[in-house]
C-alpha cells in the first residue's frame, strides 16, 4: 500500500519562477524587434537625452553636479577605418551598481524607476523618453561588440565604469577612471552596419529621428585639409517649435515648420496649434495644405500625421488619429501617453488613441470652418480636397452635419460652375412654402445645367444643386437631410411643387392634347416596349418633349458608372419616359400614321433623353442609322 509520503514530488503544488536561455532572448529581441536597423541610433540618442534630463532634475537640488559642465549635449563620431560609431553625453552618468541593474536586466528600464520616484508636478515637467528598458540593446543589431563607459555625477573620477559585451548572454564590467562624467558608447559595427560609420548616414538618422529634442546633437566634422582640426557641428534643431507658446511663435515660423514637415514649397492654407492638459496629455499642430498630393486619391497610399513622443520621432505616418476622410492633413502630434510596441514603431489600438482621434478629428474640422469664412481661400481648399471631404459622409457619422456644412455646390441660380453654395446658403434662400432641398446630379456641369428637369423649377423660381462630382449620387445615399429639410433628386420620383408660392408651374395642356396623350402613351410603350418600365405625361416640362425619370431609390447614371468603373455589375434599371403634352413634337408624333416611322420616332426621342441626362448609348450607330432614315423621309 502507497502512503502519502510515498507519493512523487511532482503531485505537490508549486509556485515557480519563469526561467530564460539569456542569449537566445537577447538574440530574439535584437533581431525581431527592429524593423528598420537605422533605429539603433534612435534609441541611443532617446537614452542620451533622459540622461541630461536626469540631470537637470537632481541639480535643481544638487547644483555641484553640473560643475563647470552646465551645456549639456550628445556628441557623435564615426570611423570608417576602425568601423565604428561613438555617442557620448555629458549627462548623469552611471555608478556601477547602476550599470548592472539597468544594462546586466533586460527590460529594466532606468527612466522607469526615476519616473516612479518623481512627484505628480515633477512627472508632469519632465521629458524623458525611455520606458522600456529594452532600447539600448538595439545597438546589437548594428554592432557585434558594445563598449559602454560611464561616471556618475558627483562621483569620484575612480569610480568610473566600463562595460562590455558582445551580445552573446554575457557581459563584463570593471572599475576606470574617468574625467568627465557622462556616458560613452562604442559600438563596433558588423559587416553589414557598415553604412552607419559615414557621416552622412548618421546625420540623415538624426534629422529624422532626432531633429527635435531638445539636446543638441554634435556630429564630427573630420578636417577636409591636412593640419586643420577636426570640428564638431550641431545637426539638430535642438528645439521643437510645437513645444514653444503659440503667442511666441509667428505665422512666418509656422510656414516655415510646414514646408519641413510637408515637403511642399506653398504655405498652408489654415494650421492649428493646440495642447491638451489633463487625464490625457498631447500636442498637436494641425495644416491644411494649399494644393492636393498626386496620391490623394489612392486610399491605401501613405498617410497621417508624424507621431513624436517627447520630441523623438517615432513614425511618418500615423494613421489612427485621423479618418480617412482627413487624409490630406498635415501636420505632427507629440505625446507620452501612448500605447506604443516595445520597439516604439507600432501604436496599440487602446481608448486613448480613440479620444485623440476624436478630439483631432473635431479640432481639423473646426479648422475648416474657420477657413470656410475667408471664401477665397476655401475655394481654393475646396477644389483641391472637396470630392474627399465628401467620403466623410459615410465614414464619420458623429460629424455628418458638420461635414454637410463644409460642402460647397454650384446652383441653377448663380449661372456659374462654381461650387460655392452652401447648404445654409441654399436653406436661407427657400422660398416661401419650400421644405426640400433639390438637387440634381449629372456628368459634368454644363449637362447639369441644361437638364431638362430644371425647367419646372426656374419656372417656378426654386433654386436646384447641381452635382457633377463622380461620388456625388454616392454622397447623397447617406446624406438625407440637413437642418431638417429633406434631399429630393429631381429626376427621381415624384416632384410635388404645388405647395411652393409662386407663378404656376403647370403646363398649359388643351382637352384635345390630354386626350391625345391618353392614346400616345399606350401607342409609345407598344413601339419601346421593354427598353423603359413605363410612359406618362409630365408637368415638370415647359421646353423639352421628353426626359427620363427614375423611381425614387433606384441608381442613377452616376451611380451606375461609379460602381461598374469599379468592376461591380449593378443590376439593370429601366426608366420612365416622361412626354410634355403640350410639345409641337409630340403633337406631330401622335399624328404620325406610319408605324415604321412612329417607332423609329419614339427611339430617337427615348435616346434624345438619354443623351440629355448626360448617359451612354448602348448602340449609338443605330441611333444615327434612325436619324438618317427620318431626314431622308
Known amino acids: 500500500m502507497t502512503t502519502a509520503a510515498d507519493k512523487p514530488a511532482t503531485d505537490k503544488k508549486e509556485t515557480r519562477g519563469f526561467e530564460a536561455e539569456v542569449s537566445k532572448l537577447l538574440h530574439l529581441m535584437i533581431h525581431s524587434m527592429y524593423s528598420n536597423p537605422e533605429i539603433f541610433l534612435r534609441e541611443l540618442v532617446s537614452n542620451a537625452s533622459d540622461a541630461a534630463d536626469k540631470l537637470r532634475f537632481e541639480a535643481l537640488s544638487k547644483p555641484e553636479l553640473l560643475g563647470d559642465d552646465s551645456e549639456l549635449g550628445i556628441w557623435i563620431s564615426v570611423d570608417p577605418e576602425a568601423k565604428t560609431l561613438t555617442l557620448r553625453d555629458n549627462g548623469i552618468g552611471m555608478s556601477r551598481d547602476e550599470v548592472v541593474q539597468n544594462l546586466g536586466t533586460i527590460a529594466r528600464s532606468g527612466t522607469s524607476e526615476f519616473i516612479k520616484n518623481l512627484s505628480g508636478d515633477e512627472k508632469k515637467d519632465s521629458q524623458l523618453i525611455g520606458q522600456f528598458g529594452v532600447g539600448f540593446y538595439s545597438a546589437f543589431v548594428a554592432a557585434d561588440r558594445v563598449v559602454l563607459t560611464t561616471r556618475r555625477a558627483g562621483a569620484a573620477a575612480t569610480e568610473a565604469v566600463r562595460w562590455e559585451s558582445e551580445g552573446t548572454g554575457e557581459f563584463t564590467v570593471e572599475n576606470i577612471e574617468q574625467a568627465e562624467r557622462g556616458t560613452t558608447i562604442t559600438l563596433h559595427l558588423r559587416e553589414s552596419a557598415q553604412e552607419f560609420a559615414e557621416s552622412f548616414r548618421v546625420r540623415s538618422i538624426i534629422n529624422k529621428y532626432a531633429e527635435h529634442i531638445a539636446l543638441p546633437v554634435h556630429l564630427l566634422q573630420k578636417a577636409e585639409k591636412e593640419g586643420e582640426a577636426d570640428s564638431w557641428e550641431v545637426v539638430n534643431q535642438a528645439k521643437a517649435l510645437w513645444t514653444r507658446p503659440r503667442t511666441e511663435i509667428s505665422d512666418e515660423d509656422y510656414q516655415t515648420f510646414y514646408k519641413h514637415i510637408g515637403h511642399d514649397f506653398e504655405n498652408p492654407l489654415s494650421w492649428s496649434h493646440n495642447k491638451v492638459e489633463g487625464k490625457l496629455e498631447y500636442t498637436s499642430l494641425l495644416y ?326 448626360g448617359a451612354q448609348l448602348d448602340d449609338p450607330a443605330a441611333y444615327v442609322r434612325r436619324v438618317q432614315r427620318l431626314l431622308q423621309s
Open 288 to 613: 491644411v495644405p494649399g494644393r492636393a498630393p498626386f496620391d490623394l486619391y489612392q486610399r491605401d497610399g501613405a498617410r497621417g500625421l508624424k507621431l513624436y513622443v517627447q520630441r523623438v520621432f517615432i513614425r511618418d505616418d500615423a494613421e489612427q488619429f485621423l479618418p480617412l476622410y482627413l487624409r490630406f492633413i498635415k501636420g505632427i502630434v507629440d505625446s507620452n501617453d501612448l500605447p506604443l510596441n516595445v520597439s516604439r514603431e507600432l501604436l496599440q489600438s487602446s481608448d486613448i488613441i480613440d479620444s485623440m482621434k476624436s478630439a483631432l478629428t473635431k479640432r481639423s474640422l473646426d479648422m475648416l470652418s474657420k477657413l470656410a469664412g475667408d471664401p477665397e481661400q476655401y475655394a481654393k481648399f475646396y477644389a483641391a480636397f472637396g470630392q474627399v471631404l465628401k467620403e466623410g459622409l459615410a465614414e464619420d457619422f458623429a460629424n455628418k452635419d458638420k461635414i454637410a456644412g463644409l460642402l460647397r455646390f454650384a446652383s441653377s441660380t448663380t449661372g456659374e460652375g462654381k461650387a460655392e453654395v452652401s447648404l445654409a446658403d441654399y436653406i436661407g434662400r427657400m422660398k416661401d412654402g419650400q421644405d426640400t432641398i433639390y438637387y440634381v446630379t449629372a456628368e459634368n456641369y454644363i449637362t447639369a445645367a441644361n437638364s431638362p428637369h430644371l425647367e419646372l423649377f426656374r419656372k417656378k423660381g426654386v433654386e436646384v444643386l447641381l452635382l457633377t462630382d463622380r461620388i456625388d449620387e454616392w454622397m447623397m445615399s447617406y446624406l438625407t437631410e440637413f437642418d431638417g429639410k429633406k434631399f429630393q433628386h429631381i429626376g427621381k420620383g415624384e416632384v410635388d411643387l404645388s405647395k411652393i408660392a409662386g407663378e404656376s408651374a403647370e403646363p398649359e395642356v388643351s382637352e384635345e392634347q390630354s386626350k391625345q396623350a391618353e392614346a400616345l402613351v399606350e401607342r409609345l410603350q407598344k413601339a419601346l416596349k421593354d427598353r423603359v418600365k413605363s410612359v406618362r405625361t409630365t408637368t415638370r416640362l415647359s421646353e423639352s418633349p421628353t426626359c427620363l425619370v427614375l423611381d425614387a431609390y433606384d441608381p442613377g447614371f452616376q451611380m451606375r458608372q461609379l460602381m461598374e468603373a469599379a468592376g461591380q455589375k449593378m443590376p439593370e434599371v429601366k426608366p420612365i419616359l416622361e412626354i410634355n403634352p403640350g410639345h409641337n413634337l409630340i403633337s406631330r408624333l401622335a399624328e404620325e400614321g406610319d408605324d415604321a416611322r412612329f417607332s423609329d420616332l419614339a427611339l430617337v426621342l427615348l435616346d434624345q433623353a438619354s443623351l440629355a441626362e
